[in-house]
Nanobody, 127 residues
Framework: QVQLVESGGGLVQAGGSLRLSCAVS????????MGWFRQAPGKERTFVSA????????YYEDSVKGRFTISRDNAKNTMYLQMNSLKPEDTAVYFC????????????????????WGQGTQVTVSS
């Protein structure tokens, strides 16, 4: 069974940077796409970014375009989210997720396309 573990969250001042990591363990039945979602207190979990199995396709929510960069290293079974120019409104728990590559490709921003989730890592941006 596949497990995902996020790390790299923390407290940072506005304008600062953080890099989140998502380590994948276990055996996967097929190529998988991956994504990052976030959930602020009292709000729904929303899409942040996604990446295809080979890294050739990436997707971003409009508010993070130009500030966040998603990447993955399949040799290390790890996905990353480099977050620059952080804003207080980026404060949330960040979750990584994985789903069958073909299934995710049809709608990478949809939570329902991802079958495996991590526990989340807190990101707090102070003003």
């Amino acid at each position: 069974q596949v497990q995902l573990v996020e790390s790299g969250g923390g407290l940072v001042q506005a304008g600062g940077s953080l890099r989140l990591s998502c380590a994948v363990s276990g055996r996967t039945a097929s190529p998988y796409a991956m994504g990052w979602f976030r959930q602020a207190p009292g709000k729904e979990r929303t899409f942040v970014s996604a990446i295809s199995w080979d890294g050739g396709s990436t997707y971003y929510e409009d508010s993070v375009k130009g500030r966040f960069t998603i990447s993955r290293d399949n040799a290390k079974n790890t996905m990353y989210l480099q977050m620059n120019s952080l804003k207080p409104e980026d404060t949330a728990v960040y979750f990584c997720a994985a789903g069958a590559a073909g299934w995710v490709r049809s709608s990478p921003t949809s939570r329902e396309r991802y079958g495996t989730w991590g526990q989340g890592t807190q990101v707090t941006v102070s003003s």
